[in-house]
């Protein structure tokens, strides 16, 4: 594999993007988005292109910059990155995660990863292509984000309602993917074709209250609901095999001792126990709608027992589990104490899919071999959730997809998303910036 390194205002970008420290907390003041998309107008000014800012509520600014196609008929693409991170821990970090150090060849900083990377990527190589004077059949379009991590109301969501023709696309490419794996005939590149769904949802735990300094007998709503947290931690749902994670496995051309165990529902759990912790992880969640308790709120004041608890719950569903399928598993996790228990559904949006048969599948199985020479790309399913939900549901082909060197390991990457010491390397950098390049010239000319 070539040397591939980034420009040096790429770094710079990727390092002030995560400076800006635009956290979305999911409340409709924060994320101040406008500080990123600032950052990325002025980076794009030189290039000539037409740049449209999109407010949808104080603070929350969308971009969108378009090289026109000559032909209307051509095929459009849209390469997407959100410009919002999630609040960090910065007491367990190594270094600083808003510094956006670059500490040898890596980039320190919350958003590296998730998306930033792809992000100021994808708009150093529209800028590139506008000052080369790229001139495509088909439309290419550059979109920045809000709220994407607090599920896209004020970013994607609100561009496909307001102005849905300047960022609708026949397709779209968006996070993540293209992590390289070692496959029994070379290496293997993900492409996200599937998504799960959210069912984010709260359960509320009622109880009696009382004077803190009498707590014999008493119908204790936080103890209670330390009890349901730990049931539904140990609850297991059914295991059900999604066929993106079937054609997966089947890829990676392993023998049919490891395959069949990794494709059939039964014992499903203890096979993956003993794969690497990232991968199993991803395993995991690929096979089972998973409810994972993330926020408590109890309590009043610290001498009265509490009479209501709520948990808050993200739920990731997989094809055809909804609210009730949802609430079901959530009793059977309860059991004796769901009578307790108020199940309060929240946002919720279903799995999507998006089909492989596509000239964007066949641009990304060209392109991808210009950084592996051996490589292949694989469907896999998207375990947490992309702004791709809303164009998929609006009729784009939709696909997550990067590139990555193989500096950083998958067990690396699943625990920075969202985790510590989040960062990326300048070879990865390098790479993700070549490549939307080559898909640009290669799908849209």
């Known amino acids: ?29 924060s994320g101040e ?33 378009r090289i026109e196609g000559s032909d209307p008929k051509a095929p459009s693409l849209l390469l997407m990155g959100h410009t919002d991170v999630v609040p960090v821990n ?27 990377n792809l992000t100021a990527s994808m708009a150093y190589a529209m800028r590139e ?30 561009l496909l309602k307001t102005i849905p023709d300047t960022v609708r696309a026949d397709y779209v ?36 209250p009382g004077h803190g300094s009498m707590p014999f007998r008493t119908d204790n709503a936080l103890v209670k609901a330390a009890e349901v947290v730990r049931r539904i931690n140990q609850y297991t749902p059914a295991t059900r095999i999604h066929e993106s994670w079937r054609t997966f496995v089947s890829s990676m051309g392993l023998p049919e001792e490891l395959t069949k165990p990794l494709v059939t529902e039964e014992g499903f759990v203890e096979a993956i126990a003993g794969l690497p912790l990232g991968l199993s992880r991803m395993a995991y969640s690929c096979a089972h709608t998973t409810i994972t ?19 808050e719950l993200d739920v990731r569903t997989l094809p055809g589990d909804g609210p009730a399928e949802v609430a079901a598993m959530i009793d059977e996790a309860l059991g004796d104490l769901a009578a307790d228990v108020e199940f309060l559904p929240g946002k919720e949006h279903g799995a999507t899919v998006s089909p492989m048969d596509t000239p964007l599948w066949d641009t990304l199985a060209r392109v991808s071999t210009r950084f592996y020479a051996d490589s292949s790309i ?42 510590d010491d989040e960062r990326v390397d300048l070879e990865s950098l390098g790479m993700i910036s070549d490549l939307w390049d080559a898909v640009a010239r290669d799908l849209l000319v």
């Open 1 to 29: 594999m070539s040397d591939f390194s980034p420009h040096g205002d790429l770094v710079e970008l990727i390092q002030q993007l995560i400076r800006n420290r635009c956290v979305n907390d999911g409340s409709v003041s």
């Open 293 to 311: 308790p993330t926020v408590m709120q109890a309590g009043a004041k610290l001498n009265i027992i509490p009479d209501t608890v709520e948990v």
């Open 129 to 158: 292509l506008a000052r080369a004077g790229f001139k495509p059949k088909g439309s290419l379009i550059y979109a920045a984000v809000a709220d994407e991590e607090a599920g896209g109301t004020y970013g994607a969501e609100h």
């Open 33 to 65: 988005e406008h500080r990123n998309t600032a950052l990325l107008e002025s980076f794009l000014e030189s290039s000539g292109l037409p740049i449209e800012r999109h407010t949808s509520a104080p603070g929350r600014d969308n971009l969108v910059a």
């Open 90 to 116: 910065a007491r367990r970090w190594r270094n600083d995660p808003f510094g956006g150090e670059l500490i040898g060849d890596e980039v320190w900083g919350r958003g590296a990863i998730d998306m930033f």
């Open 378 to 419: 694989i469907p896999l399913l998207m375990v947490g959730a992309t702004d791709a939900r809303f164009f998929r549901s609006a009729g784009s082909v939709c696909y997550g997809f990067g590139m990555f060197s193989r500096k950083l390991t998958l067990d690396d990457l699943a625990q920075m998303g969202h985790g």
């Open 173 to 208: 490419i968006t996070e993540s993917g293209g992590f390289p794996l070692p496959g029994a005939d070379g290496t293997k590149l993900p492409v996200l074709v599937a998504e799960k769904g959210i069912n984010w949802s709260r359960l509320r735990i009622t109880g009696t």
